[in-house]
Each structure stands twice: as structure tokens, then as C-alpha cells.
């Protein structure tokens, strides 16, 4: 089992200077907002809009506080299962991870809407924008599950099964669902958004983040079926269904409903609002 050799060769911490210790998963929320930052930059610059390094790093720094206060909350609301009402200060414990996509992604979407009020930037095609760079972070963040050694996948006799004994799943080969998700819903979506993003004319404003919003949803329900349920909730419906899954399906939904609007209105994309 190659992937089971790799697993066991990667640390979570990726270097340690005296008492400070740097993780993957912390490097990768910086690097996926980073690059995240200069992709969007990039294509708004091939869309012809008029944003400056000022008003993207604006904005950025809200989505920024968005996806994390949001994730946070997201996970103590939909994961915690009532820890955090006996421990509510722990609530605040961000070094132990506990983090929603879900909630990051409402936070993201709060946090740069108020960005994009105060400096009158369209924030239909900032959404666009930012959700074209969202699979990286996607993406970073699942190979970080994945050196974590967390969110590991059922058992499987696979050939690239891999055995997560140090983190409790076991001595047994389990699907490596967080590099799943890192294919589908870093890789593949970056992929299909990317090529969207380049054709000409442009898309209208909420295509990109209808198309997003719908592959990540069926991503994410279907990886689910391979990936562990969180131990505290275990299957919330008839045995098989996830918390995941809740959260995903409504996703898919609003998706394909923010498609047939974006068709319907054929708004074009544009950076500053007039005055």
C-alpha cells in the first residue's frame, strides 16, 4: 500500500521553531487564501475589470475572517453535538481543529459582502470570483485532513488504502476520502471553473457560483459514502445518511436555481458599482 507508506512518512507539523509550532492545516489556510488572492486578481484582470490591489485585499481579508468565524460556528452548531454547551469556552479552542465548509462558505459569503458594500464593488461577481478560487484552499485543506490523519474513510481492500491506527481508525485499510475530496473538490472544480472563466463572451454574473455550488454539493454528498461519519453524530438517517450530506443536498438546490436566475437575467460582470 504505497499511499500507506507516504501517510505514515508526513508529519502534521511542518516545522517548529522553539515553542512555536507551525501545522500543514494552518499553512494551508494561508496559502490557499494567498493564491486564492492571485487567481482572483488574475482573472478579473482577463474579465477587464477595474479592481485594485487595494479593494482585493479588502475584500479578501473579510472573506478571510468570514471563512473562519463561519466555519467555527458552523462546526460548534452542526458537529459539536452539545460539547460545547458544557464547554463553551472551548468554543474559542481553534488549535483543536473542529472547522465547516458549510459555514465557511456562508461566512465567506457574509464577510465579503460587507467588504464589497463599503467599497461599492459588484458582489455578484466578486462571488464569481471568489469561488473560482476556492478549490485551491479546497484543496490544501484536504491534503491537510490527510497528513492530520482526520476525516479518514470506511474500511477498503484498495490498493492505495491507507491504515489511520495513529489517529484511531485502526489497524485496517480505510479509503483515503480527504485526498477524494481534495481530487473532486479542489482539483476537478478548479478545473471546470477555470475553463468557464476563460470563454468569451463571459458567463453572466452567478454562473460561477451556481456551477460551484452545484458540483461541491454532489461531490460531497457522493464522497460521503465512502468517508466516516463524525463518531459524536454517527448516521443521522436511516442508517446511512451524514450530517454531510444534510448540509450538501440544499447546495445542489440553490446551485441550480442560481443558474436558471443567472440565465434569466444575463446580468454582465462588472467590478465598482456606478456612483
Not at 460587507?114 to 478549490?135: E, K
Request: proline fraction near 5%.
Amino acid at each position: 500500500m504505497w499511499l500507506d507508506e507516504l501517510y505514515h512518512s508526513i508529519s502534521p507539523i511542518a516545522f517548529q521553531i522553539g515553542p512555536l509550532v507551525v501545522r500543514w492545516y494552518g499553512l494551508a489556510y494561508l496559502g490557499g487564501f494567498v493564491l486564492g488572492a492571485l487567481c482572483i486578481w488574475r482573472t478579473q484582470r482577463r474579465w477587464g475589470l477595474d479592481l485594485s490591489l487595494d479593494d482585493l485585499l479588502s475584500v479578501i481579508i473579510g472573506i478571510a475572517f468570514g471563512v473562519i468565524i463561519g466555519a467555527r460556528v458552523a462546526y460548534v452548531i452542526f458537529y459539536g453535538a452539545g460539547y460545547y454547551l458544557v464547554h463553551p469556552l472551548e468554543v474559542f479552542a481553534l488549535n483543536q481543529g473542529g472547522m465547516s465548509f458549510h459555514g465557511g462558505l456562508v461566512g465567506a459569503i457574509i464577510g465579503g459582502s460587507i467588504a464589497c458594500r463599503q467599497l461599492r464593488i459588484s458582489i455578484s461577481t466578486m462571488c464569481d470570483l471568489g469561488v473560482i478560487a476556492a478549490p485551491i484552499g479546497l484543496f490544501l485543506g484536504r491534503c491537510a485532513n490527510f497528513a492530520n490523519g482526520e476525516l479518514w474513510g470506511k474500511p477498503t481492500d484498495l490498493p492505495w488504502g491507507v491504515m489511520f491506527y495513529d489517529t484511531g481508525g485502526g489497524y485496517i485499510y480505510r479509503h483515503p476520502s480527504q485526498l477524494y475530496e481534495a481530487l473532486l473538490e479542489g482539483v476537478v472544480l478548479f478545473v471546470v471553473l477555470s475553463l468557464l472563466s476563460r470563454k468569451k463572451p463571459l458567463y453572466p454574473q452567478g454562473t460561477f457560483l451556481g456551477v460551484f455550488l452545484m458540483l461541491y454539493g454532489m461531490f460531497r454528498f457522493f464522497i460521503e459514502f465512502v468517508r466516516v461519519p463524525d463518531a459524536q453524530l454517527g448516521y443521522l438517517i436511516a442508517g446511512f445518511v451524514t450530517m454531510g450530506q444534510l448540509l450538501s443536498l440544499p447546495l445542489v438546490v440553490a446551485g441550480i436555481v442560481i443558474l436558471v436566475v443567472a440565465q434569466q437575467k444575463n446580468h454582465p460582470q462588472t467590478g465598482h458599482l456606478p456612483a
